[in-house]
């Protein structure tokens, strides 16, 4: 008889006794893999734990500073820097006053002037009055085209593209007489090779789009092309516009030489960490490099150096310094440290630098890491998932609640070994002794990362979001490549300063100009160089694939191919 006083049939009792088997049975299959998951997470722990890794957040957490010995104790910084303010550096500038330079921004669809009018003709036909004759099928023709257009734009620069927008010019617009060349060739060259013969390379601006050009042709009629280009920002306008900013410049300045710098905010939690103003670090610096080029451009070259030494400082004490290391923060300062080589470069290719700068410049190259830091973050990152996982192991159901519910307890925990496991293995792709990133081990985690989100029982439930892991190394790797080969290159200037020619190999600048040849990030080895033919040299190392391309460029930016000084 059952509970309610009412006899079962034999089948009714067999149904029954199915019921409270398959119910024994789940219960047990539940008890089972909770217990497994639950093992599996404490053998994992006892491992990281034997490894000598602090896994208590509390670790983590920096003592309190004084806000009078502290550069976020000044309001400005935070305000200007700290990400989630009210206002920022950005609004800053966005709202700084000026009557002769368009804010801080160039329309490529804006005004445009003239800076080239190319005539096409036969051979042995006479050119017109005051045109260049140059031969078209002449190897030093393009070379004297681009020295003509060069003289009548002047002297021009890069600067961080978002900053002014294609680059910087001396002279007026007014002042810029258009080139007149007639060129000479048994055969009419299309407009295409016409632009191929005139690339956006001859002129030292920002370049555009794979489908937009700086130069722009525009058919005259009887084989005569019009070329145009955008107004380029000239040095006084944007000089007189970024001089509003000197009470700021010289109050950072002051602030950067507190003896602490701790951002304000809840360090108790992984997840509310302060962490810098992406968008707003970039506009200081991107100002910041303008005003360099600027100042070299006018022959200024302390000046400049003054710029970039601020941009210097900020990193080391701002980002570098930032305790405990964010991923925010140490890619920020990856993406700063290109854009600080970046203008060492064009300082370079200006011939602006002088010795005293030059050796400025080193002792400041010298001491720049971008590999420890990142390494610190992504083990920070790995300690907050941990800490993360630790207090809610269900986490791993996140992605898909419906499913989540039915599955046990223990599938959570095995799935966050899984990815514990990852994180912490994944950091040892980047070595801090060397300063090198293995790119093979980088993607052999990012296929782990993938499988993570694959159906198992055990993976299925992506628990927290993916970084971009591989990314993040490319990115860190080719930045670390250009400060190293930034270096290098103020030593071979030095060389050059003292000799009159560059030397036949980088060994000849140790010990004078150099203590020691950076080695490659990728694969460990010394980086290519070799005297060019013309009286320049050439300087690359060996890109993300590991491979030697004999110093040639990749289709795809930072993944493939050799990277070469300059960038």
């Given at each position: 008889m059952n509970l309610l006083g009412t006899k079962l049939g034999p089948k009714q009792r067999h149904c029954l006794v199915a019921f409270v088997g398959c119910v024994i049975l789940i219960a047990l299959f539940y008890v089972e893999e909770n217990w497994r998951g639950q093992r599996a997470w404490e053998n994992c722990k006892r491992v990281l734990k034997a490894q000598g890794l602090a896994l208590n957040w509390t670790n983590y957490i920096p003592a309190p500073v004084s806000d009078y010995e502290n550069v976020f104790g000044v309001p400005e910084m935070q305000r200007w820097f700290k990400g989630g303010g009210v206002s920022s550096w950005s609004d800053l500038t966005r709202n700084l006053p000026s009557s002769s330079c368009p804010g801080a921004s160039v329309d490529r669809n804006g005004a445009r002037m003239l800076v080239a009018e190319v005539t096409i003709g036969r051979s042995g036909m006479p050119g017109p009055d005051g045109f260049s004759v140059l031969w078209w099928n002449d190897p030093t023709s393009r070379t004297k085209a681009a020295k003509l257009l060069a003289d009548v734009v002047g002297p021009t620069a890069k600067t961080p593209q978002s900053a002014i927008g294609i680059g910087l010019m001396l002279r007026r617009p007014g002042e810029v007489e258009a080139a007149k060349i007639f060129l000479q060739g048994q055969t009419a060259p299309t407009m295409k090779e016409v632009q191929e013969f005139l690339p956006d390379s001859i002129l030292h601006a920002n370049a555009g789009s794979p489908t937009e050009r700086v130069l722009r042709f525009e058919e005259g009629g009887s084989g005569s092309y019009r070329v145009t280009m955008p107004v380029l920002v000239r040095v006084a306008d944007y000089m007189a516009w970024s001089d509003g900013l000197e009470p700021q410049f010289a109050l950072i300045r002051a602030a950067l030489k507190r003896p602490w710098s701790q951002m304000p905010g809840f360090y108790g939690s992984p997840n509310t960490v302060p962490r810098p103003n992406f968008y707003s670090v970039r506009n200081f610096v991107q100002t910041?490099?303008?005003?360099?080029?600027?100042?070299?451009?006018?022959?200024?070259?302390?000046?400049?150096?003054?710029?970039?030494?601020?941009?210097?400082?900020?990193?080391?004490?701002?980002?570098?310094?930032?305790?405990?290391?964010?991923?925010?923060?140490?890619?920020?300062?990856?993406?700063?440290?290109?854009?600080?080589?970046?203008?060492?470069?064009?300082?370079?290719?200006?011939?602006?630098?002088?010795?005293?700068?030059?050796?400025?410049?080193?002792?400041?190259?010298?001491?720049?890491?971008?590999?420890?830091?990142?390494?610190?973050?992504?083990?920070?990152?790995?300690?907050?998932?941990?800490?993360?996982?630790?207090?809610?192991?269900?986490?791993?159901?996140?992605?898909?609640?419906?499913?989540?519910?039915?599955?046990?307890?223990?599938?959570?925990?095995?799935?966050?070994?899984?990815?514990?496991?990852?994180?912490?293995?994944?950091?040892?792709?980047?070595?801090?002794?060397?300063?090198?990133?293995?790119?093979?081990?980088?993607?052999?985690?990012?296929?782990?990362?993938?499988?993570?989100?694959h159906w198992s029982p055990y993976t299925f439930v992506?628990?927290?979001?993916?970084?971009?892991?591989?990314?993040?190394?490319?990115?860190?790797?080719?930045?670390?490549?250009?400060?190293?080969?930034?270096?290098?290159?103020?030593?071979?200037?030095?060389?050059?300063?003292?000799?009159?020619?560059?030397?036949?190999?980088?060994?000849?600048?140790?010990?004078?100009?150099?203590?020691?040849?950076?080695?490659?990030?990728?694969?460990?080895?010394?980086?290519?160089?070799?005297?060019?033919?013309?009286?320049?040299?050439?300087?690359?190392?060996?890109?993300?694939?590991?491979?030697?391309?004999?110093?040639?460029?990749?289709?795809?930016?930072?993944?493939?191919?050799?990277?070469?000084?300059?960038e």
């Open positions: 910041l490099g303008a005003r360099a080029q600027c100042h070299l451009l006018l022959g200024e070259p302390d000046e400049g150096l003054s710029d970039l030494a601020l941009i210097h400082d900020f990193c080391r004490r701002v980002l570098e310094e930032d305790r405990p290391m964010t991923l925010v923060a140490a890619m920020v300062n990856v993406a700063v440290r290109g854009l600080y080589a970046e203008q060492i470069a064009e300082g370079l290719r200006l011939k602006a630098w002088r010795e005293p700068q030059l050796v400025v410049l080193e002792e400041e190259l010298k001491t720049i890491d971008l590999v420890s830091p990142v390494k610190q973050a992504f083990a920070l990152e790995a300690i907050a998932a941990f800490h993360t996982l630790e207090k809610v192991p269900s986490a791993g159901f996140v992605k898909r609640p419906v499913l989540g519910g039915l599955c046990p307890l223990g599938w959570g925990y095995q799935r966050d070994v899984a990815r514990v496991q990852l994180d912490f293995e994944r950091v040892a792709s980047l070595d801090t002794a060397n300063r090198r990133i293995f790119s093979d081990k980088v993607m052999v985690a990012s296929t782990k990362a993938r499988a993570l989100d992506a628990s927290l979001a993916q970084v971009d892991f591989a990314g993040a190394c490319q990115r860190t790797a080719r930045n670390q490549t250009e400060v190293d080969q930034a270096l290098i290159a103020c030593a071979l200037e030095r060389f050059h300063f003292a000799r009159g020619e560059y030397p036949e190999t980088l060994d000849a600048l140790i010990p004078q100009y150099l203590d020691a040849i950076p080695q490659d990030v990728i694969g460990g080895g010394a980086p290519h160089y070799r005297r060019a033919t013309d009286g320049t040299f050439v300087l690359y190392s060996i890109g993300w694939d590991g491979r030697d391309k004999g110093g040639v460029r990749g289709s795809l930016p930072g993944t493939d191919g050799d990277w070469i000084w300059p």
